[in-house]
């Protein structure tokens, strides 16, 4: 299911996505999101590490998931996790219905991200940001980058989209005739810094 987003809708989802990047990339303290990213509905201690999945549900988006996983500081070197900093790691949009009237290009824009390759668990570069050729029938479409360093910026951050195509031999004449966003993830990059990575992520 579609639906075209009102002004409204589009400035709400823009602000939740901008807001999450600024906890990741940038540090943002995340108590200050709480308002933004809607009512937090639920704090579910995750199992076998420290951590905490907080899920949120905004009124602009009553139906669409939104998570917010907070770790033990992978790089805190206390033996003691439970005693360790906890940290924003991982943010998941997951809009319900789907958006009509987010294209890739303005996503791109709005964090900003570097195009033409995405970085691997290995921190190497790879072309392209299209994960992989996919066949016409298959109609969701995902694509990685690697967050623009910006000068506010304290972690590397990947960032993950999914878009769902329209269907080539659908013949109605009001069928969807444009890409609808229907997930992002955004992901803090803490693995070794290595000199490459560096290069790459510069502090």
Do not use: C
Not at 6 to 23: S, V
Not at 95 to 123: A, H, K, Q
Not at 143 to 158: G, I
Not at 180 to 197: A, E, G, H, I, S
């Amino acid at each position: 299911m579609t639906q075209p987003v009102t002004g409204a809708q589009r400035n709400t989802a823009l602000k939740l996505l901008t807001t999450a990047m600024a906890i990741l990339r940038d540090d943002h303290p995340f108590d200050r999101a709480l308002e933004i990213f809607g009512q937090n509905v639920a704090a579910t201690p995750l199992r076998g590490t420290v951590g905490t999945e907080y899920s949120f549900q905004n009124p602009a988006f009553p139906r669409t998931q939104i998570t917010l996983f907070v770790t033990a500081d992978p790089v805190a070197r206390t033996a003691n996790r439970m005693k360790v900093k906890q940290v924003p790691r991982v943010f998941t949009i997951r809009f319900n219905p789907v958006i009509v009237g987010i294209p890739r290009s303005t996503l791109e824009d709005l964090f900003p991200l570097d195009i033409g390759y995405w970085i691997d668990g290995d921190g190497n570069q790879q072309p392209g940001n299209e994960m992989r050729p996919v066949p016409q029938h298959v109609l969701l479409h995902h694509y990685r980058y690697r967050a623009s360093h910006q000068p506010t910026s304290r972690f590397p951050v990947d960032v993950d989209l999914t878009f769902g195509h329209p269907n080539p031999q659908h013949g109605e004449h009001d069928a969807q005739k444009t890409p609808v966003l229907t997930d992002v993830l955004l992901t803090r990059d803490y693995f070794k810094q290595t000199p490459k990575r560096r290069k790459l992520n510069p502090d």
